[in-house]
């Protein structure tokens, strides 16, 4: 177990079994679609509006996730360019009846905020801490 990132998740989730295979592990594709809600939340939140997923990178699969574990989504905003901006996603599971959190999946969210009509649209630059 390494350290839980810092502050409140952008998901919390239990999983459920029918994200599961026949084994009872969560499939990867639910996962990742967890992540994607996730950072899309701070994606629209950062520029305000709509935004849409245009590359995930770099997935990493750590740990299987089991039904019945709560999954925490962690996203936070790391860049911006003049359209998109960069979350990076952490995925991490705690058994039910247990309080050690693993981390299970990382990834790197990249988005384009887009306009009403649907063409990219500028971003503000990230705010300094």
Known sequence: MTSLPEGCPTIRVTAMPADANPYGDIFGGWLM??????AG?????????????????????HRPV???DEVSVYATLVATGNTSMTIEV???RRGRHS???YQVTQARFVFVAIGEDRQPRRVPGMVAA
Request: one cysteine or more; charged letters at 20%; a negative charge.
């Open 99 to 101: 309080d050690e959190a």
């Open 41 to 61: 939340s701070i994606a629209s939140r950062h520029c305000g509006g709509r935004a849409v997923t245009i590359a995930a990178e770099g997935m990493k699969f």
């Open 33 to 38: 679609g967890q992540m994607d809600l996730a």
């Open 66 to 68: 089991i039904v019945g």
């Open 90 to 92: 952490e995925a991490w």
